[in-house]
């Protein structure tokens, strides 16, 4: 149980482009999801919290007009890195939350997007 | 953002030791949560504390819940190569929803 699948699981684009990254958990209902990014060597930072029906909350220096999150769903959340740049290139992972507030994360297995 | 600070860094073993790693934070934590991340693959959880003093097992692996409630230890006895990877703790403090992530501990097994 308890199975988040991101798609895709890697992505190469131009500099300038848009690019979608979905999460979705696929045997449980999900109120809350986070999205974190990862670089080489590095923990999982933060970047946004994605809830259901509302706005996502940002983290402190994330740039909410450039990772659009969208919550539609209890099962789908989404990340839109909107013109992308090289330093966008990073392993961004999703995770889903089942039940109540400290409950555990469940991630899924990330998506590497690399900018040209 | 802010992080735990997980010890050691890095550690190579031989296969059959028994591994120890701990994670410290300078805020009390209500949760603590232990997960393994291999290269390309997200974090899969291992074992979740929610108690002071809670000790909690899944197979080889032991996780405790520090009495202070700042600290977290997680064991591995007899390690094998398939221990290979990285191990983060994670938490979350009162009033928050929010998991805060530990640097790290990379765990390299010699054969």
């Known amino acids: 149980g308890a199975v988040v699948s991101q798609h895709p699981s890697w992505v190469i684009c131009k500099s300038g482009t848009s690019v979608k990254i979905e999460c979705r958990s696929l045997?449980?209902?999900?109120?809350?999801m986070f999205w974190y990014r990862q670089f080489p060597k590095q923990s999982l930072m933060l970047m946004a919290t994605?809830?259901?029906?509302?706005?996502?909350?940002?983290e402190q220096g994330v740039e909410k007009d450039k990772f659009l999150i969208n919550h539609a769903s209890l099962t789908l959340s989404t990340l839109t890195v909107t013109s992308a740049h090289p330093e966008d290139s990073s392993f961004y992972i999703c995770?889903?939350?089942?039940?109540?507030?400290?409950?555990?994360?469940?991630f899924g297995n990330g998506t590497r997007l690399t900018v040209t | 953002g802010q992080q735990l600070n997980q010890s050691p860094q890095s550690m190579f073993i031989q296969e059959g030791e028994d591994v120890s790693m701990n994670c410290t934070s300078s805020?009390?934590?209500?949760?603590w949560l232990w997960y393994k991340q291999d290269p390309g693959e997200g974090p899969v959880l291992l074992i979740a504390?929610?108690?002071?003093?809670e000790l909690t097992s899944n197979g080889r692996l032991t996780a405790q819940f520090g009495i202070t409630r700042k600290d977290s230890f997680l064991n591995i006895s007899a390690s094998i190569p398939s221990d290979v990877g990285i191990y983060f703790c994670?938490?979350?403090?009162?009033?928050?929803?929010?998991?805060?992530f530990g640097t790290g501990t990379r765990l390299k097994v010699l054969a």
């Open positions: 045997d449980f209902q999900a109120t809350t």
């Open positions: 504390l929610y108690k002071a003093g």
């Open positions: 994670a938490g979350t403090t009162s009033g928050t929803y929010k998991y805060i």
């Open positions: 994605s809830n259901e029906g509302s706005k996502a909350t940002y």
């Open positions: 805020s009390i934590f209500n949760t």
């Open positions: 995770s889903a939350r089942e039940g109540f507030d400290n409950s555990p994360l469940h």
